[in-house]
Antibody, heavy 121, light 107 residues
């Protein structure tokens, strides 16, 4: 059974870069045709899809964040990462990583527990 | 972006009750709709995909229906472990978007 665990700083300064890592066990990030995804939920708000990096490397980002986001794979460590540049208080949220298996209309998602990142000085 | 709206945003119900949650898309999404359950402090869990197909291991008390713009999630008989937040997600277009969630609380 796949398990995902987010890690990274819980506090980030405004205008700095938010960096999170998702460590995966029970599956290989570099194979299997999965969409390794990031989703966030700001306090009191709904969920926001940030984007994904596919097992073979292509990425797709939410246009609302396109200019500030970068996702990458680290296959030797079986991890994938999120970088969000030039953060503001609006980026304060619980960040989730997820493995998404999406083939046609079939979508199966396994999520991590989430990690709270606060943007504040 | 496709906007997803859920109603109600919260509800109170008793063990044994039948509960229905509605999700509406701002444009047609065929049946590209998923439902998730999130218990407090836990990772979201996939319940349903393709609007009405149960994920493996999900009990049959959960059911989904709908197509196009209007969808429902029904829990036929609430049990204590079902008190959680439920949210829908469309995956018809990118960016994938979520409903605001429905919190099911104990009456």
């Amino acid at each position: 059974q796949v398990q995902l665990q987010e890690s990274g700083p819980g506090l980030v300064q405004p205008s700095e870069t938010l960096s999170l890592t998702c460590t995966v066990s029970g599956a290989s990030v570099g194979s299997g045709g999965y969409y390794w995804s990031w989703i966030r939920q700001a306090p009191g708000k709904g969920l926001e899809w940030l984007g994904y990096i596919y097992s073979s490397g292509p990425t797709k980002y939410n246009p609302a964040l396109q200019s500030r986001v970068l996702m990458s794979l680290n296959t030797p460590k079986n991890q994938f990462s999120l970088k969000l540049y030039s953060v503001t208080a609006a980026d304060t949220a619980v960040y989730y990583c997820a493995r998404v298996d999406l083939v046609g209309v079939v979508l199966i998602a396994d999520w991590g527990q989430g990690t709270l990142v606060t943007v504040s000085s | 972006d496709i906007q997803m709206s859920q109603s109600p945003s919260s509800l109170s119900a008793s063990v044994g009750d039948r509960v229905t949650i509605t999700c509406r898309a701002s444009q047609g999404i065929s049946n590209y709709l998923a439902w998730f359950q999130q218990r407090p402090g836990k990772a979201p869990k996939s319940l349903i995909y393709a609007a009405s197909s149960l994920q493996s291991g999900v009990p049959s008390k959960f059911s989904g229906s709908g197509s196009g713009t209007d969808f429902t999630l029904t829990i036929s008989s609430l049990e204590p472990e079902d008190f959680a937040t439920y949210f829908c997600q469309q995956y018809y277009n990118y960016p994938h978007t979520f409903g605001g969630g429905t919190k099911v609380e104990i009456k």
